[in-house]
């Protein structure tokens, strides 16, 4: 749910000995300096020359500790970074998303990513996707929207949301005052767009079986084309998800929605109502997030 803010202490490439035949290990660019032999006032003994053997040690050791670095700066090793941006049992908090390798999710319910790791990572992934379902247009049609409820919600509260739902976008006053016709539809010659874009989620209670987890996005909502009195605009939200594990997967057993954080907008020109129309037809909205 922007995601280079970490500084990468690997070594590069140039660790060692640097192309500058003037630079000494590591770069520093120090010469040695040869003192006078000592005197009466000055009773300082020459240092003893080192001898080849004594500086390909070193050399040695720096190599093995630049390797020791970067091997422990690559992540490989310990369970807990199985999972990309995954913390530690118990800990909240943001995580950047990290490649591993590993398939996120096994499976999917219609077109709803299912099948979440049981872990802090999985959590906040389902309620990414669950974001990108629950705003998306597909909540505007009755069947879509009860398949929707039938897989994001827990089973407990699922039959209580979806009439809850129902009695909500089958209100006509409310279809009509954002555009749409009765049964949900826009008006001929119009485009309806509803779509969640998550930019960061945030873990903010975790335990084995349930999570609390926090998804900040924008939404692009309203009617594209000519003519359109409900034009296309965006507004920015965090909903907070209570999720459990049941059944082999979360699922959200309630939430709650607040406005922002909205950041300051360019000042770039709005597209017409033609480009967006066209926009909206020609990209399709993301079906996975995280």
Do not use: C
Not at 91 to 107: D, E, F, R, W
Not at 115 to 140: I, K, P, R, T, W
Not at 228 to 239: D, Q
């Amino acid at each position: 749910m922007s995601p280079g803010d970490e500084h990468d202490y690997r070594p590069t490439d140039r660790g060692g000995r640097t192309d500058d035949p003037y630079s000494t290990l590591g770069g520093t660019r120090q010469t040695r300096t040869r003192l006078p032999d000592s005197d009466a006032g000055h009773p300082q003994a020459r240092r003893p020359a080192r001898n080849s053997r004594s500086l390909v040690m070193i050399v040695g050791v720096v190599v093995l500790l630049i390797a020791a670095i970067a091997f422990a700066n690559r992540g490989g090793g310990s369970d807990d970074d199985a999972s990309p941006g995954a913390k530690g049992r118990g800990s909240t908090g943001s995580a950047p998303t990290a490649a591993t390798g590993t398939k996120p999710v096994q499976g999917k319910d219609g077109t709803i990513a299912s099948g979440f790791a049981h872990d802090e990572q999985g959590a906040q992934s389902a309620a990414a996707n669950y974001s990108v379902a629950l705003v998306s247009d597909g909540m505007f049609d009755q069947t879509r929207r009860k398949e929707i409820s039938e897989a994001v919600y827990a089973p407990a509260v699922a039959s209580t949301r979806q009439a809850d739902l129902d009695r909500i976008y089958s209100d006509e006053s409310f279809l009509r005052s954002i555009g749409l016709e009765p049964d949900g539809k826009a008006p001929q010659g119009l485009t309806f767009i509803s779509r969640a874009n998550p930019v960061g989620t945030k873990m903010e209670k975790y335990s084995e079986d349930t999570a609390t987890v926090a998804v900040w996005y924008s939404a692009l909502f309203g009617l594209a084309g000519e003519g359109s009195k409900n034009p296309v605009s965006e507004s920015w939200y965090t909903t907070t998800y209570e999720l459990r594990w049941v059944g082999g997967d979360w699922k959200i057993t309630d939430f709650h929605q607040e406005d922002g954080p909205v950041p300051v907008g360019r000042d770039q020109a709005a597209s017409s109502a033609e480009e967006m129309a066209d926009a909206v037809q020609q990209f399709g909205g993301f079906t996975y997030a995280r």
